[in-house]
């Protein structure tokens, strides 16, 4: 089955600097890749997504980038904001994100005012 | 409109006992979604339903646990002889299913704890 893989674990930035998360995939099958915000004690939301046909994407401050070749997707967020502060989690599906979903295990931001 | 919504939102139960956990999905939505979700961790996939019918219960961890959702909308994710190790935040999601919009919304989840 589908693993991702999710670094770093935790990350501080200072207010105004840029975040970088990076996963990594194992089926190549996978075809796409969402991304979700978890604040604490709140459910996840989807922040942005991606799938296998485009290789970057962005929304405002923040993009993703997909390297289908290498298996491997990364979110970047720019220019950060204290309300930035909390769990991102990717993910990847087969199926368009009709089928099931393997998360990550999750990356904590702190940005840091 | 309303979102997802899920009850109870806490759970508490003794070892052995067993639980029902119920998720009402956005309207209109075919496909519904259980994970769970232990502290510090991802999401991880549970079962996954499209109208009334199990399209991937590949998740669920052993024959303790099973899920219904008998009329297309409503569903209870079941536990049987809860155990300790059962103790998490169980989320549930639904999606339109739409070709131009496949986002999976998520209720606020149930924290099971079992003593």
């Known amino acids: 089955g589908e693993n991702v893989e999710q670094h770093p674990s935790t990350l501080s930035v200072q207010e105004g600097d840029s975040a970088v998360i990076k996963c990594t995939y194992s089926?190549?099958?996978?075809?796409?890749f969402p991304w979700y915000k978890q604040e604490l004690g709140k459910r996840p939301q989807l922040i942005i997504d991606?799938?296998?046909?485009?290789g970057e994407k962005k929304d405002q401050r923040i993009a993703v980038t997909l390297n289908k070749t290498a298996k491997h997707f990364s979110l970047h967020i720019t220019e950060t904001q204290p309300e930035d502060s909390a769990v991102y989690f990717c993910?990847?599906?087969f199926g368009g994100g009709y089928q099931k979903v393997t998360f990550g295990t999750g990356t904590k931001l702190q940005v840091i005012p | 409109g309303a979102g997802v919504s899920q009850t109870p939102s806490n759970k508490v139960t003794e070892k052995g006992k067993y639980v029902e956990l119920r998720c009402d999905p956005i309207s209109g939505h075919t496909a519904l979604y259980w994970y769970r979700q232990s502290l510090g961790q991802g999401p991880e996939f549970l079962i996954y339903?499209?109208?009334?019918?199990?399209?991937?219960d590949s998740g669920l961890p052993n024959d303790r646990f099973f899920a219904v959702r008998p009329e297309g909308s409503v569903s209870t994710l079941k536990i049987q002889r809860t155990e300790r190790g059962d103790s998490a935040m169980y989320l549930c999601a639904s999606s339109p299913r739409l070709a131009t919009n496949n986002e999976q919304f998520f209720g606020p989840g149930t924290r099971l704890t079992v003593l």
């Open positions: 993910a990847a599906s």
């Open positions: 089926d190549s099958a996978s075809n796409y």
């Open positions: 991606i799938r296998s046909n485009v």
């Open positions: 339903f499209q109208g009334t019918g199990a399209a991937d």
